[in-house]
């Protein structure tokens, strides 16, 4: 089975980083697969050996999704978003998937529609019409207006054959973020979460006892690095290791050349998973895939939600997980370092959690539906 997977990640790389398990739980099983990225390069998400095309990259304006930025800074105009519209098609009609998923859309992306319509479109026309799944995570950034969900419900209904949702229902279920009509909810299939199989502790003891400051592998983590770096100087019987994501060379030196003699600061390193069972605590944002390790490792950790803008994802996935032990949540707004390093106490005080009982083999649960959709049709 040949399975096409369609990702354009903005601001952070959460996405990429999904997208890729799911594939690779596709490869393992013995499909061929195709990644088709449209953001920028993540150095810390290499795709090995899978399937992989980029197409002309784009990223959003901070939190505007709706400017849109070229490899250049400047915004993109007609005749590049042409040139990506094309090369998708292209990739479609050269590969004939047997199953296409989007990452997101038509739930989100909606600055891509025409992209993502142009695609599912060429993918209705083709004599052997691939499965159309859309792949969601746990929590969606709430609809604006209803007509914004009403819209995404057309496309679902006239294009797709159902949506991979990425959760664990006895957690969290759409709904809790999402309106989802009776129509939508005969199009839903829970997976349970996406995540690679839990973290190996790294073999030479990397990260043992210290604290792990992270902020995904966008570039809007600065100022939780920058308290992060104050509190360290609050807590100076603890070490601290900052891992700093992005590509910004000048915001990397900066920390490092303000980091007191408890804190190492560095760039983001791959085997970030294999140090949280060796730490004794964590500090993050809350994305999907971080919460997802966190999860799988049971470290203390501190939540600071990205909320900039009119974010409310990871705040919403934050507040659930602030029922389980040793996790402490606070709002961006209220961060200093006396509140980081008061969170931090109470987080290493409660030690290690519990396993959450949660199911996390949403990336083999989804190659399964797949198949047996792709093969009811054949």
């Known amino acids: 089975m040949k399975v096409m997977i369609v990702v354009?990640?903005?601001?952070?790389?959460?996405?990429?980083?999904?997208?890729?398990?799911?594939?690779?739980?596709?490869?393992?099983?013995?499909?061929?697969?195709?990644?088709?990225?449209?953001?920028?390069?993540?150095?810390?998400?290499?795709?090995?050996?899978?399937?992989?095309?980029?197409?002309?990259?784009?990223a959003s304006d901070g939190v505007d999704f709706t400017r849109l930025l070229t490899d250049t800074g400047e915004e993109a105009d007609a005749g590049y978003l042409e040139r990506r519209r094309i090369a998708l098609r292209g990739a479609l009609i050269a590969f004939a998937p047997d199953v296409l998923i989007t990452e997101l859309f038509p739930f989100g992306r909606r600055a891509l529609s025409g992209e993502f319509l142009s695609l599912l479109?060429?993918?209705?026309?083709?004599?052997?019409?691939?499965?159309?799944?859309?792949?969601?995570?746990?929590?969606?950034?709430?609809?604006?207006?209803?007509?914004?969900?009403?819209?995404?419900?057309?496309?679902v209904t006239r294009l797709y054959d159902a949506v991979l949702v990425h959760s664990d229902p006895h957690a969290t279920r759409l709904e809790q973020s999402w309106p989802v009509t009776p129509t939508l909810a005969d199009k839903l299939r829970y997976t349970g979460y996406v995540?690679?199989?839990a973290p190996?502790?790294?073999?030479?003891?990397?990260?043992?006892?210290?604290?792990?400051?992270?902020?995904?592998g966008g570039a809007v983590g600065g100022p939780l690095f920058r308290a992060a770096l104050e509190a360290a100087r609050l807590r100076p019987a603890l070490h601290w290791r900052l891992l700093v994501g992005g590509n910004d060379p000048a915001q990397l030196s900066e920390?490092?050349?303000?980091?007191?003699?408890?804190?190492?600061?560095?760039?983001?390193?791959?085997?970030?998973?294999?140090?949280?069972?060796?730490?004794?605590?964590?500090?993050?944002?809350?994305?999907?895939?971080?919460?997802?390790?966190?999860?799988?490792?049971?470290?203390?950790?501190?939540?600071?939600?990205?909320?900039?803008?009119?974010?409310?994802?990871?705040?919403?996935?934050?507040?659930?997980?602030?029922?389980l032990p040793a996790v402490e949540?606070?709002?961006?707004?209220?961060?200093?370092?006396?509140?980081?390093?008061?969170?931090?106490?109470?987080?290493?005080?409660?030690?290690?959690?519990?396993d959450s009982g949660l199911e996390f083999d949403g990336a083999a649960r989804s190659v399964a539906i797949a198949t047996q959709m792709a093969e009811a049709r054949a």
Not at 340 to 351: F, I, T, Y
């Open 8 to 58: 354009t990640h903005l601001l952070g790389t959460g996405h990429l980083s999904r997208a890729l398990t799911l594939a690779r739980a596709f490869d393992a099983a013995g499909h061929e697969v195709l990644v088709v990225s449209g953001g920028r390069p993540a150095p810390h998400l290499h795709p090995g050996a899978l399937g992989w095309l980029q197409l002309p990259l784009l």
């Open 121 to 155: 479109e060429a993918a209705r026309d083709q004599r052997r019409r691939p499965i159309v799944l859309s792949s969601i995570r746990d929590i969606l950034a709430p609809p604006s207006k209803p007509s914004k969900a009403e819209r995404a419900e057309e496309i």
């Open 195 to 197: 995540a690679p199989p």
């Open 200 to 216: 190996v502790p790294h073999p030479q003891g990397l990260g043992t006892d210290e604290v792990l400051v992270s902020a995904g």
């Open 255 to 323: 920390l490092q050349a303000t980091a007191p003699a408890n804190a190492t600061v560095e760039a983001a390193r791959p085997e970030f998973r294999q140090m949280l069972p060796h730490a004794a605590a964590s500090v993050s944002m809350c994305g999907y895939n971080t919460a997802m390790d966190l999860l799988q490792a049971g470290t203390p950790a501190v939540l600071i939600p990205f909320d900039a803008g009119k974010e409310v994802e990871q705040s919403l996935r934050a507040e659930s997980l602030a029922q």
């Open 329 to 354: 949540v606070l709002r961006s707004a209220d961060m200093t370092a006396h509140t980081l390093a008061g969170a931090l106490d109470r987080a290493l005080a409660a030690g290690p959690h519990r």
